[in-house]
């Protein structure tokens, strides 16, 4: 084989890659899309999809900042000694719709218990149409707005990292990963993710 042709397949087989793992972190999950990530990760899937990692061995959360849906300046940072419930949505993503109702209903009954939550809106060009979601459905937290994926980015591999939209991430009172969901969730299911940390000491 001639270098040129195999330099030619080695650039095919890594744009193939490539745009593989693009569509991966843009695509639309459902309920049924499972846990991946490499290497010794510390957790473990149960079978309802949720990934949690053992108090002791769970590691730090990336630093996740920016500008809110509101224009506001967020640091999920200033949320240690809380338990933030991160959850990555678009306003095209049709599990987005459906579990946005159940996001609404949880925060607002754990928000008493040390619990909150934020969004993180990625992938809408316009900033419009996800102000518009976050009416229609009375979301009551804030949401970073980050049209380019660039916070999900932020999550190492064969972590707990953001795989999907929608996925769910729930960072403990310490600052570190805690569990994770991939795909649409409803409210029995965040309070199975949510109500082991709240009972934690």
Same mark, same amino acid.
């Given at each position: 084989m001639s270098s040129g042709r195999a330099s030619r397949r080695r650039f095919t087989l890594l744009a193939a890659t490539a745009v593989a793992g693009a569509l991966t972190?843009?695509?639309?999950?459902?309920? #049924?899309?499972?846990?991946?990530?490499?290497?010794?990760?510390?957790?473990? *899937?149960?079978?309802?999809?949720?990934? *949690?990692?053992? /108090?002791?061995?769970?590691?730090?959360?990336? /630093?996740?900042?920016?500008? *809110?849906?509101?224009?506001?300046?967020? #640091? @999920?940072? #200033?949320? /240690?000694?809380?338990? @933030?419930?991160?959850?990555?949505w678009g306003s095209w993503c049709a599990p987005c719709?459906?579990?946005? /109702?159940?996001?609404?209903?949880?925060?607002?009954?754990?928000e008493g218990q040390g619990v909150q939550f934020v969004g993180i809106n990625t992938r809408d060009g316009e900033k419009s149409l996800a102000v518009n979601f976050e009416r229609d459905h009375g979301i009551p937290y804030p949401s970073l707005f980050d049209p380019a994926g660039k916070l999900i980015l932020r999550f190492p591999r064969g972590t707990l990292n953001l795989q999907s939209i929608p996925s769910t991430l729930v960072i403990d009172r310490d600052g570190k990963i805690a569990a994770r969901k991939v795909g649409g969730m409803d409210a029995e299911k965040l309070r199975e993710m949510i109500d082991p940390l709240i009972a934690e000491k």
């Amino acid at each position: 084989m001639s270098s040129g042709r195999a330099s030619r397949r080695r650039f095919t087989l890594l744009a193939a890659t490539a745009v593989a793992g693009a569509l991966t972190l843009s695509a639309c999950g459902g309920d #049924d899309i499972r846990s991946g990530g490499g290497g010794n990760t510390n957790f473990v *899937t149960g079978s309802s999809g949720i990934a *949690t990692v053992a /108090k002791g061995e769970r590691t730090d959360a990336p /630093k996740l900042e920016g500008a *809110t849906l509101d224009g506001e300046r967020l #640091d @999920v940072a #200033d949320f /240690k000694g809380k338990i @933030v419930v991160l959850n990555v949505w678009g306003s095209w993503c049709a599990p987005c719709r459906l579990e946005a /109702k159940h996001f609404v209903k949880v925060a607002e009954e754990t928000e008493g218990q040390g619990v909150q939550f934020v969004g993180i809106n990625t992938r809408d060009g316009e900033k419009s149409l996800a102000v518009n979601f976050e009416r229609d459905h009375g979301i009551p937290y804030p949401s970073l707005f980050d049209p380019a994926g660039k916070l999900i980015l932020r999550f190492p591999r064969g972590t707990l990292n953001l795989q999907s939209i929608p996925s769910t991430l729930v960072i403990d009172r310490d600052g570190k990963i805690a569990a994770r969901k991939v795909g649409g969730m409803d409210a029995e299911k965040l309070r199975e993710m949510i109500d082991p940390l709240i009972a934690e000491k």
